[in-house]
């Protein structure tokens, strides 16, 4: 596709409930990178991918978070038993290679609320 | 860690001038970005600066000074429509996985007033 694209744009779940965030690249860009905004703050990393491999999930906040990319490209971010604190905008980033010359390109996001 | 500073929120007035600093640590740096982020919207890319020195482009400059560890965003002639965040980003080349981690400051929320 042209741009990153971030599925669903809103999502509103129940504390407890298990949520998917679908992030779908553009088409060949190797790198990966989600990151959790919330209001008023700067993006925070949660993750990286090269291609399929997920080299880098120091930012994920607990083991509820999970991350995959199973063939290096659409990848999905899952939160099990959403908690409040999980309300937040979760961002996609891609890149067309793993030098930083080429930029990044950030999807939409995700708004998650957990009520 | 990777600090990241900037100011969190500044104000000027329409067709003024207004430089945004970031300071970071400059252990594995590999590049720095600016972007603007308006509310609700996707932060879209403004600069990038590898090399010390001023990237002017139209109304917009960034500068890096990467022995000082520091970048500036200058913005000129303000209009209406600069009111947005403004987020300073960082690459830190990471051995461990040899790969190039992009890293956030909080971001400055600029106001531009008439």
């Known amino acids: 596709g042209a741009g990153v694209s971030q599925s669903p744009r809103y999502k509103v779940a129940k504390r407890g409930q298990d949520v998917a965030l679908r992030c779908d690249p553009i088409?060949?860009?190797?790198?990966l990178f989600w990151y959790q905004q919330a209001l008023g703050q700067g993006p925070e990393f949660l993750t990286y991918?090269?291609?399929?491999?997920?080299?880098?999930k120091s930012g994920l906040p607990s083991d509820r978070f999970f991350a995959e990319r199973p063939e290096g490209s659409v990848s999905t971010l899952k939160i099990q038993r959403t908690q409040q604190e999980d309300s937040a905008v979760y961002l996609c980033?891609?890149?067309?290679?793993?030098?930083?010359?080429?930029?990044?390109?950030f999807g939409s996001g995700t708004r998650l609320t957990v009520v | 860690g990777q600090n990241i500073d900037q100011p969190t929120e500044m104000t000027a007035t329409e067709g003024a001038i207004v430089q945004i600093n970031c300071t970071y640590q400059?252990?594995?740096?590999?590049?720095l970005f600016w972007y603007q982020q308006h509310a609700g919207e996707a932060p879209t890319f403004l600069s990038y600066n590898v090399l010390d020195g001023l990237e002017e482009k139209g109304r917009f400059s960034s500068f890096l000074s990467r022995s000082k560890g520091y970048s500036y965003l200058l913005l000129k002639e303000l209009q209406m429509k600069d009111s947005a965040s403004y987020l300073c980003?960082?690459?830190?080349?990471?051995?461990?996985?040899?790969?190039?981690?992009?890293?956030f400051g909080a971001g400055t929320r600029l106001a531009v007033h008439p």
């Open positions: 980033a891609s890149s067309v290679s793993t030098g930083t010359n080429y930029g990044y390109t």
């Open positions: 991918f090269q291609n399929e491999a997920q080299l880098d």
């Open positions: 088409s060949g860009h190797v790198s």
């Open positions: 980003a960082v690459t830190f080349w990471r051995i461990s996985g040899g790969y190039n981690k992009l890293i």
């Open positions: 400059t252990s594995g740096f590999n590049g």
